[in-house]
Nanobody
Framework: QVQLVESGGGLVQAGGSLRLSCAASGRTFSSYAMGWFRQAPGKEREFVGALTPNGVTTYYADSVKGRFTISRDNAKNTLALQMNSLKPEDTAVYYC?????WGLGFRTTSNYDYWGQGTQVTVSS
């Protein structure tokens, strides 16, 4: 089992940057595929990005491609989301998630087995 705790959210002006972190418990973090999702008020939770267990391959939603970067440090059991050139439409609660298996469904919430509690990101215009 994996427990996930996000941090790093906050209020930032449009064009600014934030770095989110996700700390994972457990000895098997390196075996999990990891993802970031976000959920704005009144909207469904949506895919932001994901990376394979070894961190070599990453995938991003078109809306964040070129602005956001996902990385992981398996030695420290941490996942990060570097967010640059933030826009008001990036405002949401951001969640990290862990998947026991890596497959074609990495963009869907049902593919993930464990979730953090979320961290709020607010981008002002």
């Amino acid at each position: 089992q994996v427990q996930l705790v996000e941090s790093g959210g906050g209020l930032v002006q449009a064009g600014g940057s934030l770095r989110l972190s996700c700390a994972a418990s457990g000895r098997t973090f390196s075996s999990y595929a990891m993802g970031w999702f976000r959920q704005a008020p009144g909207k469904e939770r949506e895919f932001v990005g994901a990376l394979t267990p070894n961190g070599v391959t990453t995938y991003y939603a078109d809306s964040v491609k070129g602005r956001f970067t996902i990385s992981r440090d398996n030695a420290k059991n941490t996942l990060a989301l570097q967010m640059n050139s933030l826009k008001p439409e990036d405002t949401a609660v951001y969640y990290c998630a862990a998947a026991k298996t890596w497959g074609l469904g990495f963009r869907t919430t049902s593919n993930y087995d464990y979730w953090g509690q979320g961290t709020q990101v607010t981008v002002s215009s």
